[in-house]
């Protein structure tokens, strides 16, 4: 049993999956409380948490991944879903269709981090909401390949931060979560519970897994698209005249004043000059 709880579906088939999503699912419904209407999606294996939210249209879209492909036993799920497997390069639904996003089990483990979440963008209404859920690099779930949560590539918050960045997600909200160990006896839910309060609180960037509640930037840039053409600045009129300087046509470089008349001293290229009176 503890090599198939590699497999999401049997992870939470088992009593330590059990735990961990009771855990999970209390940090999620506090992210959203509650959803009336809408639709939902689900990325990953997002089975376990969907039914916090029945009282919106939830779909399950489950990655082709060998962690995420196998579907969950029947009675797993209490909530009614529609499920499928899908290609993290191309999710199989409407752009700006759903409300809110939950990726559990998905970023860590799928070899197309960027597509995926340019697939999530799209998907997304522009008011729309995400909840992402990785394993952290500083926890011990990243640590222990006994579980879901220790397969593919961790992340820091800095490093899911920036890459939701670079997918035009703003982050607004992060928290962590599962301080109780991935191996050895589990202790029970109250046990657990016990060290998940300890942990938020003494220990709160250790956890297990990261929360990051996020949301579309509609407004950030999307792709390489080169800057607009500048409308070309029309400078005004400006009235030349001919420059007569060192010009040889010129012999006196001074007007006339009070009747006299100036000598052309100061006229280069020329030697001083005398007037002459009649």
């Not at 961990?20 to 990953?44: K, Q």
């Not at 196998?70 to 409407?94: D, I, K, Y």
């Not at 100036?262 to 002459?276: D, F, I, K, S, V």
């Amino acid at each position: 049993m503890q090599e198939n709880t590699r497999i999401a579906s049997q992870f939470y088939a088992s009593s330590r999956g059990n735990l961990a999503a009771t855990h999970l699912r209390r940090h999620l419904s506090a992210f959203w409380p509650d959803i009336r209407g809408g639709n939902v999606l689900g990325v990953g294996y997002a089975a376990p948490y969907l039914s916090l939210w029945e009282q919106a249209t939830c779909v399950s879209a489950r990655l082709d991944t060998p962690v995420t492909r196998p579907g969950p036993a029947q009675g797993q799920t209490q909530a009614p879903m529609r499920e499928c497997v899908a290609s993290g390069t191309m999710l199989p639904f409407c752009d700006l269709f759903f409300d809110r996003v939950v990726m559990v089990h998905a970023l860590e483990v799928t070899d197309a981090r960027a597509a995926l979440l340019r697939q999530v963008w799209k998907v997304m209404k522009d008011d729309a909401r995400l909840l992402v859920v990785v394993p952290n690099r500083s926890g011990m779930w990243a640590h222990a390949d006994t579980s879901p949560f220790g397969q593919g590539t961790p992340f820091s918050h800095r490093q899911i931060t920036r890459a939701l960045a670079d997918a035009c997600l703003r982050v607004e909200r992060h928290e962590n979560a599962l301080y109780f160990p991935p191996i050895g006896p589990t202790g029970g839910r109250r046990w657990t519970g016990v060290m998940e309060r300890a942990g938020t609180r003494v220990l709160p960037y250790l956890g297990g897994v990261c929360v990051i509640e996020a949301v579309k930037d509609a407004y950030a840039p999307v792709g390489s698209v080169s800057p607009p053409a500048l409308a070309p600045a029309l400078a005004p009129a400006l009235r030349l005249r001919r420059a007569e300087a060192f010009g040889h046509a010129t012999r006196h470089d001074r007007t006339r004043r009070d009747g006299g008349e100036t000598t052309g001293e100061n006229a280069p290229g020329h030697a001083p000059t005398t007037a002459l009176r009649s």
